[in-house]
Structures are given as structure tokens and as C-alpha cells.
């Protein structure tokens, strides 16, 4: 099966721009979930998406962020305007069944953002 | 809330040595425990998990981690590592609330630990 995907691999922006980032999960995969690592620090839970509806976002750092997963399959993460701490590698991971806990989840290579 | 620690940001060993990751955690609830290993340009994958049962869980390439509730740690071991172990270790742990709980994605991580395996 085809994994977890994500565009851009790198993205260069500057201060105040908006940039988009997409994980296509696992097909079939019902729960979304996106995290961040910011240079030098903790990866952390950002949100995560139980088909189209946000489950818990309560990682979300602020209103500058915004994510979207229409019809259950593809999500998108928007950034704008985007600020220097908002660099850093943003993962995408999808797992299949929300009861189960042996279901595991399933990562994708992540998108390194650069805010300059 | 969790939080974990992983007391090595980096750890270098020879080829064939033993190697031991250590992480402790905190939660005031029960928690799955998970390492993820992260190799160069990839994403995270996991490596092995405690969910319930035997305390010391095995990796299919060696690895292997005990739980122990007393000192609150779930540290990776592996008693000779080779070069293609070279990675970015990740403890992680989430609430453990059980079939139908939702929490099981939710990660909490730690730090990383950049494992360097020399010839």
C-alpha cells in the first residue's frame, strides 16, 4: 500500500506569506493527525481529524493556523500570515480504526518549513 | 497532561557494542508507551510499543524496551548494534483510555535521542 504523503518536502517563505502544506493518509485510513518539530525541541500534537470532523485541536498554536480535511480524505494545513517560529518539520500520520489500539500509526516523510 | 524525557540527546557506540535509550515519563494516567525511530530523510516508524501484558517488548531487528511502572522508564536496548541503526530515537507515549478511547494517536514525545554508530 502506498504510505503517508506529504507537499512540499521544503518550503521557503518569508515573514507574512501564507503557505499550504497537504498529507494525502493511507487510503482508507480514518484518523488524520499532524505534528510538529520545531528545531531543537519535542515533536508535538497539533490536531487530528477522525474522517472530516476535527477530533481535538488543541495542539493548534494559534489562529494563524488552519486545517482542513474536506470529504475524509486528503488535509491541508494553512499558515498565514506565517511568523519566524513557525519553522520547522511538520508530520502528517494516519491510522485506520479510532477504537482499536493496536492500530498503528502510519507517518509521513514530513514537510520542512523555513519562515525567513 | 504526560511528559517525557529522554536523558540522552545523543548517544555514539561502536559497531557490535551494547546500546541502552533511555526514557522516563509522567502522566497521572495510565499511558501506552511507544519508541519511534526516525532514519535519515524519512518519516517516523515505529519501532515497538507496551500496550498491556509482558513488560518487555522485542522489535523484529533486535531491539527491545521493558516497562517499569515503578521507576516510570520504558528504555531501549540492544545488545550489539550495527551501523544501519544510525537514527533518530523517539519515546513516546499516549493516554491509555482504552477500546473506543481516542486518545491512542495523541503522542506525547520526547526530545530524540541521535544514535551514532561508528565502524
Known amino acids: ?116 | 497532561a504526560q511528559s517525557v524525557t529522554q536523558l540522552d540527546s545523543q548517544v555514539p557506540v561502536f559497531e557490535e557494542a551494547p546500546v541502552e535509550l533511555r526514557c522516563n515519563y509522567s502522566s497521572s494516567v495510565s499511558v501506552y508507551l511507544f519508541w519511534y525511530v526516525q532514519y535519515p530523510n524519512q518519516g517516523l516508524q515505529l519501532l515497538l510499543k507496551y500496550l498491556s501484558g509482558s513488560t518487555l517488548v522485542k522489535s523484529i531487528n533486535g531491539f527491545e524496551a521493558e516497562f517499569n511502572k515503578s521507576q516510570t522508564s520504558f528504555h531501549l536496548r540492544k545488545p550489539a548494534v550495527h551501523i544501519s541503526d544510525t537514527a533518530e530515537y523517539f519515546c513516546a507515549v499516549s493516554e491509555a483510555d482504552g477500546a473506543g478511547g481516542t486518545s491512542y494517536g495523541k503522542l506525547t514525545f520526547g526530545q530524540g535521542t541521535i544514535l551514532t554508530v561508528h565502524p
Not at chain 1, 510538529?36 to 508535538?44: A, D, F, L, S, Y
Not at chain 1, 488552519?66 to 520547522?88: C, F, H, I, N, W
Not at chain 1, 518539520?89 to 507517518?107: K, T
Open chain 1, 1 to 116: 500500500e502506498a504510505g503517508v504523503t506529504q507537499f512540499p518536502s521544503h518550503s521557503v517563505i518569508e515573514k507574512g506569506q501564507t503557505v499550504t502544506l497537504r498529507c494525502d493518509p493511507i487510503s482508507g485510513h480514518d484518523n488524520l493527525y499532524w505534528y510538529r518539530r520545531v528545531m531543537g525541541k519535542e515533536i508535538k500534537f497539533l490536531l487530528h481529524f477522525v474522517k472530516e470532523s476535527k477530533q481535538d485541536e488543541s495542539g493548534m498554536p494559534n489562529n494563524r493556523f488552519l486545517a482542513e480535511r474536506t470529504g475524509g480524505t486528503y488535509s491541508t494545513l494553512k499558515v498565514q500570515p506565517a511568523e519566524l517560529e513557525d519553522s520547522g518539520v511538520y508530520f502528517c500520520a494516519s491510522s485506520q480504526d479510532r477504537g482499536r489500539v493496536n492500530s498503528p500509526l502510519h507517518f509521513g516523510n514530513g514537510t520542512r518549513l523555513t519562515v525567513t
